[in-house]
């Protein structure tokens, strides 16, 4: 007999009784920031689904919103936009699961008269790859660098394709002294990223990192990079744009320092 997954709606009547981005601790900061955060954007129209298997554990996710209030640097007003999408244990991967999440996000962008579903993508860790979304009939409308990927599926053909914004190097510069680490609570896993690397970056650099929290969609819109979420930037060149652990900041900076 086939095993019987569980999709689940997250809204704000149960997701405290819920793993949020597979975390369960409540205690947990990151969850904590996230919570407060939720209780934010479902007010603008976010919703989210968790995948669990008959032993009540997770294996998928899906979050999506408006895309006016997404946490990414583009301009998506009209469509649906999906900030994560993830499976994990091998069991359960490549078995259709992600397209399941990925329908239930195009009914509801159908159901509210959208433009379509929208999405970034690329082919390094925190974001899905544009395989999954060209399998299920999106295209590629724009790029940004140094590898980032928008696509979109359209309900009508005639409507204005979503795009990255633009001006990279000119966002980088605002943060041309130092080290600066920029975190956004649409993510949970920045907060622990981030406080790491401040420790170390004192500790044994003898740096004053600026920790910069991302506290609206605007704000993560116009961050200095696609995926807005977090960002490390020393003396204005980017070092990282997403979440690394300290000792993989720790061997970039040994590397720039040499």
Known sequence: MAEKIQVIDINQNNFHELPICGIKDTEHEGRICKTKWLKTYFKK???AKLLFTEKNMQFGYIEYLPGQ??????EADG???IHCIWTHLKKYQHKGYGKLLIQACINDARKAKMKGVAVVARNKPWL???????????KIVDTAPPDYELLVKKFNKSAKNPKFKNNWDKRLKKYGKGLTIII???CPYTIRHANKIVDMARKKYKLKP??????TF???QNAPTPYAA????????????HQISSSRFRNIMEKILE
Request: hydrophobic letters at 45%.
């Open 79 to 81: 469509y649906m936009f």
């Open 210 to 215: 600026q920790t910069v929290h991302i506290k």
């Open 218 to 220: 605007r704000q993560a």
């Open 45 to 47: 129209g976010l919703k």
């Open 128 to 138: 899905a790859d544009s395989s999954i979304f060209l399998k299920n009939s999106f």
């Open 184 to 186: 956004a609570n649409q």
């Open 69 to 74: 209030y997404a946490w990414r640097g583009v």
């Open 230 to 241: 977090f960002t490390i930037i020393y003396n204005g060149q980017l070092l990282t744009d």
